[in-house]
């Protein structure tokens, strides 16, 4: 007869060793559930357009108010399909979250939580995310001669004042696909 802790043992080595897709539903359900089922605004399927890679956005049962973010695809060998990378968390603001996303996979697990500011748009079609800055500000000027305080050096480059975030693949605003941001041919 087989003894309870023997049991218990076997039972957490297999589910160790079992993939975190093999818990995750497959794609086209995901579609599926997008398609039959009634979201929040910020439930769905996004992309991060500066990698390319798609997360399901789900609610979270064991957080109420919470997010989970998944993985569906990815260029990036380190993540695998299921891999959950953050977490949405509510505010008082309905479009504003606090998103904790992991930054490093170290050994088969997430470490490292980034914690930074997410704000839905208004349309529901974009995620912008701020992470913390710190800004060292140095004023040599002060060092010069007074001619000098008068020439000022600056570079400004654009890129830096693109929003960084996430962009809503799926479902579209009008629940069928399309996005207000491509052309829809009939």
Known sequence: MLDLRHILTSALIFLIS?????FFP???FIWNWCDTGILNPVEGIWEYPDDGARVCIEADDTSPGSFTI???S???????????IGRLH????????????WTR??????????????TLSTDGESIRVKSPKIKFKVNLNTLLPRFWRIVKVSYDDPTDRLPAG????????????????KIRIL
């Open 18 to 22: 079992v993939p975190t897709y093999a």
């Open 26 to 28: 497959s794609e086209s």
């Open 70 to 72: 998944t993985i569906i």
């Open 74 to 84: 990815t260029p990036d060998c380190r993540l695998n399909y299921g891999d959950v």
């Open 90 to 101: 509510p505010t008082v603001d309905s479009r504003q979250f606090r998103l904790e996303q």
């Open 105 to 118: 996979k170290d050994n088969m697990l997430f470490s490292k939580a980034e914690q930074c500011a997410a």
């Open 166 to 181: 996430l962009v809503k693949i799926y479902p579209g605003y009008d629940h069928n696909g399309s996005l207000r941001r």
